[in-house]
């Protein structure tokens, strides 16, 4: 599935396309309104993600020409929450809004249902992730050690789930505070990964001290190993 993603803050549409392209999307990407009506008249994108408040050309402008040629799901993104404003969206031609700060979850989760919706092909993703005594329930965001539940924090559950779906790929922290932690990326230490790769170890690994799966790749970053 190809996504077109639009926006003037160059490190969210970094951290977009990080994570899009880690779910096996491929990933255009424009900076403004008159980018994004190019791509998309010139590719056949299955989704478009725009934002509000760009230069050369709005998302709201941008969005009425792309209907003008194509009825690609279209989500827009806006630092303002006023109703007026989507409502506004709506009338444009956009099939959902999201407003920043936003969850890279919750974008990923309505891509897929806009995807569904409009016929898109459904990602065949494992929704049970096994390996040896480490078990993740991906539907249920449940996470379990030998077979007893472990409560794990949101973050910790996304960079467990993003490690274990890509095993032996080394990540830097920097591309996993991209991925995890997104548009707030910028805001958090460097040193929140290792933090959450301690605790990770402490509930799923059977010996925290030598883990066997959860590992470090000295002087790059981690990766997870069958």
């Known amino acids: 599935m190809k996504i077109l993603v639009v926006d003037d803050e160059r490190l969210l549409v970094k951290g977009i396309k ?13 900076a403004d309104g008159v ?3 190019e ?5 056949a994108v299955d989704l478009v993600v725009l934002d509000l408040m760009m230069p050369r050309m709005d998302g709201l402008e941008a969005c ?11 989500i827009m993104l806006t ?25 890279i979850l919750e974008l990923k989760a309505r891509i897929r ?9 459904k990602e065949e993703r494992p929704a049970r992730l096994v390996c040896e005594n480490i078990t993740l329930d991906t539907d249920a965001r449940n996470a379990y050690n030998d077979g007893v539940l472990t409560d794990l924090t949101a973050k910790e559950f996304d960079l467990i789930e993003l490690l274990m779906r890509n095993p032996n790929r080394v990540y830097s922290r920097e591309a996993l505070l991209d991925a995890i932690w997104g548009y707030d990326a910028y805001r958090s230490d460097i040193r929140t990964v290792d933090v959450h790769i301690r ?6 690994e059977r010996d925290p001290a030598a883990p066997a799966h959860i590992l470090t790749k000295w002087g790059v970053g981690y990766y997870f190993k069958r």
């Open 18 to 30: 990080f994570n899009l392209e880690n779910d096996g999307y491929e990933v255009l990407t424009g």
């Open 199 to 204: 605790r990770l170890r402490e509930k799923l």
């Open 79 to 103: 630092a303002k929450a006023d109703d007026m404003d989507k409502l506004l969206g709506f009338e444009h031609g956009a099939d959902d809004y999201l407003t920043k700060p936003f969850n």
């Open 64 to 74: 009425q020409k792309i209907r003008e040629f194509s009825d690609v799901p279209i």
């Open 39 to 43: 791509i998309a008249a010139s590719e």
């Open 113 to 121: 249902a806009l995807l569904r919706r409009s016929g898109g092909r």
């Open 35 to 37: 980018e994004a009506v």
